[in-house]
């Protein structure tokens, strides 16, 4: 399964993401992620550096992702 939400509050977009996942792979990601979660955060620091939030985690059978951007005030990154 799959849950996507995102929201948009001022001038602050959120992205929260939930997807199952084999409980015995959650077990075996290391804190960083893999190597796609790596570069987002790569992406996201020089995109939007010190204005986003990115946690991410995996618990049980469910991983979950929860990105903050503070964007300008006229709604343009």
């Known amino acids: 399964w799959l849950k ?3 929201s948009f509050d001022h001038n ?3 992205f929260d993401c ?3 996942v ?5 077990q075996q990601t290391n804190e960083d992620g893999g190597v796609g979660l ?3 955060k790569r992406r996201l620091e020089l995109a939007y550096p010190d204005t ?3 946690d991410f985690g995996a618990k049980d059978s469910e991983f979950h992702c929860h990105l903050q951007i503070e964007l300008e005030s006229d709604g343009k990154p």
Do not use: E, G, Y
Request: aromatic share 0%.
């Open 52 to 54: 986003h939030r990115l």
């Open 4 to 6: 996507v939400n995102v």
């Open 38 to 40: 790596a570069n987002l």
């Open 12 to 14: 602050q977009l959120n």
């Open 22 to 26: 084999d409980a015995r792979i959650s």
């Open 18 to 20: 939930r997807n199952s």
